[in-house]
């Protein structure tokens, strides 16, 4: 028996729906990073004329958001639109295997009786298969609740400078219920620092948000990490040139080393993670 992510989430969204783009700054990011504070990203380069939506693109574009979580040093923007979409289809996947098995179906759609052997192996094969998306969801979110309690001070700091153009407010950074944990986490932590220790200190080394000196109190996100990436690329897209070696690439620029570095299309680098952070933002590389 031939099972695939359409079988996985059987009977939902059979149909591929179209959905069109407008502008970036009107709508929750569907994926993307957490600004820089001299970020000078233009949003214009987001805009994507149409794409396709099914469950099977769904689910790569899940594991593709997955991957990047686990590499990038950052939190990157929750997806929002593409959450609802896997959660909504989780939960009905689940109802649906629950009704196949305690036979409410079988008079509607015909299907062989729960306790048949054939039966009992595609409902084998649903309930893992739901069980690996089901995981593969959790280990997404977990990764970001890691970041939200490490960079902690940070998130404060972005959530204080939101008027800033070129810092993403926290309500796009997080979804609904990591920004409710955010703050409370926050407010609780803080709280047991000020009764516990920073009370009984003199006024002028009570603040925990110094930057000051030659160590920052804020722990930010290692903005110089390696990471290793997979050049996609688009088709027609105005930043591809050819290098030296023939082939597609896109240039950038190592301002320590003062010097230009050619990605060819298909190639995997090792490069610091500010080198590549505004392509990975436009979703033309992806983190291994």
Known sequence: MDINIDDILADLDRDTTAVEYSDPSQQLPSDGTTALMNSSIDASRYKQPQIDISPEKDFKQLMRLWRNERCSPELLSYPFLLMNRMLRRVQEQMDHIENVSMGFLEEYEGLESAST?????????????????????????????????????????????????????????????????????????????????????????????????SVSMVDE????????????????????????????????????????????????????????????????????
């Open 117 to 213: 052997p054939n039966n009992k192996l595609q409902l084998l094969c649903m309930e893992a298969e739901l069980e690996r998306v089901k995981f593969v969801i959790r280990s997404y979110l977990r990764c970001r609740l890691n970041k939200v309690d490490k960079y902690m001070l940070y998130l404060r700091q972005l959530g204080d400078n939101e008027d800033d153009p070129s810092i993403i407010p926290l309500n796009e950074l997080l979804s609904g219920h990591e920004l409710q944990y955010h703050e409370k986490h926050s407010a609780i932590l803080l709280k047991l620092l000020n009764n516990s220790i920073l009370k009984h200190m003199p006024p002028e080394l009570q603040a925990i948000n110094d930057t000051e000196g």
């Open 221 to 288: 996100p290692n903005w110089n990490k390696f990471v290793f990436i997979y050049v996609k690329g688009f088709p027609n897209d105005p930043l591809l040139e050819e290098g030296e070696s023939g082939k597609l690439c896109y240039t950038v620029s190592i301002s320590d080393l003062n010097e230009d570095v050619e990605l060819s299309v298909g190639g995997i680098y090792v490069m610091p993670y500010s080198v590549i952070r505004d392509l990975l933002m436009q979703e033309k590389i992806e983190l291994i």
